[in-house]
Structures are given as C-alpha cells and as structure tokens.
C-alpha cells in the first residue's frame, strides 16, 4: 500500500514558486518526523527540510530562506513552499516519514520539479 502521496510538482521559471504536498491518510502522521528530499540527475539524494513530530524544522543550507516546510496533523499532509526557485532546484523531490517509536520509514513516490533559467 502507498503510504505517502506527493503532489504540486511542475515545470515553473527561475524566480518562481511552487508548494509541494505530501499526504499520509494511512498513518498515524502526528508521531512522524516528516521530510522532503531531493534527487538530481546524477546526484545523491539530499534532504531539503524535514520537521519533526512537535514542529521544530531544519533546512539544507542552500534553501533557507527560500523554503518554508509545514504540516498539518489534522489533514495529514506536509507542505514545502519553494520560492525564488532556481535552476540548481532542478530534481525530483521526495517525501519522507519516520518514527523511530514504531521503526517505521516511509517513502512516496517522487515529484519531479523542473526549474527553466
């Protein structure tokens, strides 16, 4: 079964802004530690920001300030405002959910997000 469904990607130009949405119906998503990570070709898979259960957030150094990371327990889903979005943002974006109380990780299938310059 699906776990984590991503949604909101797209092609946008440089300078542009996109939000990324992930749901997790199937999970009890309040107790996950929540992220979103990105692939670009040829490239190893990095986190771009994640949040935990309680709220506290991180950002790679080459978002902040530009990303915004969110979620709401109540409908399930985590939120990645990307603004001012640049080429280097190119990849496929994937969400991820962890709880170390149940050893549960979970991953959704990818969005790809494509930036033009």
């Known amino acids: 079964q699906v776990q984590l469904v991503e949604s909101g990607g797209g092609l946008v130009q440089a300078g542009g802004s996109l939000r990324l949405s992930c749901a997790a119906p199937r999970i009890s998503f309040s107790i996950y530690d929540m992220g979103w990570y990105r692939q670009a070709p040829g490239k190893q898979r990095e986190l771009v920001a994640g949040?935990?259960?309680?709220?506290?957030?991180n950002y790679a150094d080459s978002v902040k300030g530009r990303f915004t990371i969110s979620r709401d327990n109540a409908k399930k889903v985590v939120y990645l405002q990307m603004n001012s979005l640049k080429s280097e943002d190119t990849a496929v974006y994937y969400c991820n959910g962890a709880s170390r109380r149940l050893g549960q990780d979970y991953w959704g299938q990818g969005t790809q997000v494509t930036v033009s310059s």
């Open positions: 949040i935990t259960s309680v709220g506290s957030t």
